[in-house]
Every structure is written in structure tokens, then in C-alpha cells.
């Protein structure tokens, strides 16, 4: 249960992970898309109203050019259908001032400078007069912005636009376009002055970029498609990871204790064979004997003498073969090995058990990896052993809250590694009896598992004893050599 939360856990996190990082890649990406939009549309609105500019400065040096011979123009028809910006023109004779004081002054500082200049602002309403003084005679227009903008080549929405434009002349200012005002964690500004010399406004435009620009449609898709990765990783792992835990069951299950079974009948077989043929002999001797007539005793009570040997014999191989494996070579195939390692891949193991019957599993380990001396394979057989005769324990007697305890205490040059369970325990009548061979409680077993695990025990140098705990259970202990680090 606890492997699924982990599971769980670690997936929930890497999605979130994803997600966040796929929502930063997006929103930069647009975000980008949406300044370089800002950016283009602000240099196509500089490079209108600077055109419309550079046409003020036109219609007066034509103006002073051709020098129209009226004394006063409201309203020239031609220029008005031209230029619709161009609300009046007003001609004046160098010899004489302007009647207006500004225009005057507007006047001389033409002379000055040679180009026209421009006075009478009035940037709230959008109007202005441009004058250029001339000879003899100087001129001067009346202008009015609004009409100066092509809004059919305009990049922004005349009304309800997002973007905020205003044109700029020392303190006064004409917004264009009001924007939007509303928060937004990103803002776009451009600021420039338009290249007419004597019209020099600046254009500022500015956007805010709301959370409701954000690409959140992008974002919910990228997550939904982290979670249905992360998702078959997950499966995909999980596959792989029952396919690897069912081949190390089979080998440990089949290939190892089939074969050890088999091994152990073969030499059963080989080894009692001898024997058996001699007590059938004498035996059959024996019979031959006591029907002559009369029955020649002497000799049929020699034959029955070597059949007792025979059958002791007989018993003594049984007794060999079951110790064989721990003259069989094992002990010289001990090496120092980490049992914490062991344990936990024998744990590993069985965990779908556990979770299936759903087995509570507590483990008291020592901080620190304890090494032992002994067999990786013996030494995770002997675990698996112990550990599934408490799960079948547990699921043969239908406990409600079934539990398994594994303990590990070094001691002074051993290590106890305790098996306990919560189950009805070992009947007081068979504790003795629990690693005979072939002796079992169970229908489907064989009797061999923990007589083969004494068996291993012992041949690595240590023990496995059972007993029931006075709390409640049986209790396993396999007593092992144990490393110290300073000689590992």
C-alpha cells in the first residue's frame, strides 16, 4: 500500500514538475509573440504619423513657393480634399505682424531657423498651427490631428483597443487611444519622437498584458498530456517491474527449490539403493531358509541380522543427505554481504502478496547496512521462506488486521533477524517437528521449505529456530555471522 502512495507521490510530482515548466515555456513563448506583435504595431503607427508630418512641412514650403495671391485663406478646396487635416491657412505679409503675439513669435523663430515652427498649440483638442515664415509673404495652417490618421492603415482599434497610444508636446498630451486599465503581470511601453523637425511629438504607446492574454488553453493541454505520460510511465514501469519480480519468484521459486528438491531425490535414490537391494535379499534368503523343512534358523537369523544393518544404514544415509548441504561446499561460498540489501530485495519480493491479502509490514532495521557472512542466494531463499509462510499463516487463518513485524539486532559478533506475525502461532504439538522434511500443516505443501532453510543456515555458519510469541504469532529468528567493519 504504502509502495502505491510512493508511486503515486513520485508521479504526482513529476507532473507537476512538467506542467510548471510547460506553463513557463509557453507563457515566454507568448509573451514574445505578443511583444514583437506590440513592436511592429508601434513602428507602423510611427512611421504613419511621421508621414503625415513630413506633408505639413510640404503644404508650407509649397505654400511659400507659389505665394497665393489672397490676403486671407479659410479654406483652399483642393488641399481640403488632399489634406483633411488641414482645417484653415492663413497668409500674412513679412512687413507686418501677425495679429496673434504667438504667431509672431512663431514668425521670427522661422526666420531664425529657417524651417517651419510650430505655435499655438492646442494637443487636448488634437489641433495646432504650423508657420513658416516667407517672402513676402508667410503662411501658416491650422491642423487637426483627428483627420490626420488613416484609420483604415491604423494598427490599432480605434475603440476598445488594449493599447494605450497618446502623442506627447512638452506638457500637453492627445490620447489617441484610451487602452485598457486593468492589472496584468506584464507590461509593453515604446516611446519615440517622430522625425519632423518642426513637429517634434512624441508617440508613446503602452499595453498591459492581462492574466486573461496568459495561454492558459495551451497550458491545460500540456498538463493533460504530462499526466497521460507520466501516466504510462508509470504503467510501463510497473509492467516491467511485475515482469522482473515474477522471473526472480520463478527463479527462486522453481529454479531453486525444484531443483534442490531434485537433487535431494536423486541422491536419495542413488543412495538407498544399495541398501534396499541388499535387505531384499537377505530377506528374501531368510524366507527360503525358514521354509526348508526342517527351517535352517542359524543362517535366516544372519540373513535378518545384515537386513537390520542394511535399514540402519538406510537411515543413516537420510540423516547424511539432509546434512549434506552444509557439507556440500556452501560455507566456502560465504562472503561478507549486506543483509539490509538482501532483506529488502526478498521484501521487494513479495510486496503484491502482502498488498493482496492486505498484510501490514513494519520493519525495525538499524539505521546503517548490517553485514553478514553467507550466500546472496541461500540467504534471500531462507527470507523468502520465512516471509511467505507468515503470509500464508495470515491468510490461512483470515486475521482482520493482519500484520508482519521484521526485526534485525546485531549482537556482539551475530546477527538475529526475527520473522513475526500475528497469526494463530505453531501448534505447542508440532514446534518440534517444523523443520523435519517433508513434515507440513498444509494441503498443498511440501514439508521441505523450512527444513531446507535450517539446512542453509547452518551451512553459512548460523541458525534458524521457531518459536510462538506470548503476545500472540510465530516467531522466526535466523541467527547469522555478523561483519564487524573494521575487519570488512
Not at 511592429?40 to 495671391?69: E, K, T
Not at 539403493?273 to 543362517?299: F, G, H, I, K, Y
Amino acid at each position: 500500500m504504502r509502495s502505491r502512495h510512493r508511486t503515486f507521490l513520485y508521479g504526482f510530482l513529476i507532473w507537476l514538475g512538467l506542467s510548471l515548466a510547460g506553463a513557463t515555456v509557453l507563457t515566454r513563448a507568448e509573451l514574445a509573440r505578443q511583444q514583437e506583435a506590440f513592436t511592429v504595431q508601434s513602428n507602423i503607427a510611427y512611421r504613419l504619423l511621421g508621414q503625415r508630418l513630413a506633408q505639413h512641412d510640404a503644404i508650407l514650403q509649397m505654400l511659400a513657393l507659389l505665394q497665393p495671391p489672397v490676403q486671407r485663406i479659410e479654406r483652399l478646396g483642393a488641399l481640403e480634399a488632399m489634406f483633411p487635416q488641414v482645417m484653415a491657412i492663413y497668409r500674412e505679409e513679412s512687413d507686418i505682424a501677425w495679429a496673434n503675439p504667438q504667431w509672431q513669435q512663431a514668425q521670427l523663430q522661422s526666420l531664425k531657423t529657417e524651417r517651419a515652427v510650430l505655435t499655438d498649440v492646442r494637443l487636448a483638442q488634437g489641433r495646432y498651427v504650423l508657420l513658416a515664415a516667407a517672402h513676402p509673404a508667410s503662411f501658416a495652417v491650422l491642423l487637426d490631428l483627428n483627420a490626420a490618421i488613416a484609420w483604415d492603415e491604423w494598427p490599432f482599434r480605434r475603440n476598445g483597443s488594449p493599447v494605450r497610444v497618446v502623442l506627447e508636446w512638452q506638457d500637453q498630451q492627445w490620447v489617441i487611444s484610451p487602452g485598457l486599465d486593468h492589472a496584468g503581470p506584464v507590461v509593453f511601453q515604446s516611446g519615440k519622437t517622430l522625425a519632423s523637425p518642426s513637429q517634434r511629438f512624441q508617440l508613446h504607446t503602452r499595453r498591459v498584458v492581462s492574466y486573461a492574454d496568459l495561454p492558459w488553453g495551451q497550458v491545460a493541454l500540456f498538463a493533460l498530456a504530462s499526466a497521460l505520460l507520466v501516466a504510462l510511465i508509470i504503467y510501463v514501469r510497473k509492467q516491467r517491474e511485475q515482469t522482473l519480480r515474477a522471473q526472480e519468484l520463478l527463479r527462486i521459486g522453481q529454479v531453486g527449490r525444484l531443483n534442490s528438491l531434485g537433487e535431494m531425490a536423486a541422491g536419495l535414490a542413488h543412495e538407498l539403493n544399495q541398501p534396499l537391494t541388499s535387505v531384499l535379499a537377505n530377506t528374501q534368503a531368510s524366507l527360503r531358509l525358514l521354509q526348508e523343512d526342517p527351517p535352517d534358523l542359524e543362517p535366516a537369523r544372519e540373513a535378518m541380522a545384515h537386513s537390520v544393518e542394511q535399514i540402519r544404514r538406510a537411515a543413516s544415509v537420510l540423516t547424511r543427505l539432509r546434512h549434506s548441504l552444509r557439507e556440500s561446499g556452501l560455507a566456502d561460498q560465504c562472503y561478507p554481504l549486506s543483509l539490509t540489501q538482501v532483506l529488502e530485495e526478498s521484501v521487494h519480493l513479495l510486496m503484491p502478496e502482502l498488498e493482496r491479502h492486505g498484510i501490514t509490514l513494519e520493519k525495525r532495521l538499524p539505521p546503517h547496512d548490517v553485514d553478514v557472512v553467507g550466500e546472496p542466494v541461500a540467504l534471500g531463499q531462507i527470507i523468502h521462506n520465512l516471509l511467505n509462510n507468515a503470509v500464508s499463516a495470515l491468510g490461512a487463518a483470515q486475521i482482520s488486521h493482519p500484520r508482519i513485524w521484521i526485526e534485525v539486532l546485531p549482537r556482539q559478533g551475530r546477527v538475529v533477524l526475527t520473522v513475526r506475525d500475528n497469526g494463530p502461532g505453531i501448534d505447542p504439538q508440532h514446534l518440534d517437528r517444523v523443520f523435519e522434511p517433508f513434515f507440513t500443516t498444509r494441503s498443498d505443501g511440501l514439508g521441505l521449505g523450512l527444513s531446507l532453510s535450517e539446512s542453509l543456515a547452518q551451512a553459512m555458519g548460523g541458525g534458524l529456530t521457531a518459536f510462538n510469541d506470548p503476545m500472540g504469532g510465530a516467531v522466526f529468528a535466523l541467527e547469522l555471522q555478523r561483519v564487524d567493519e573494521e575487519s570488512s
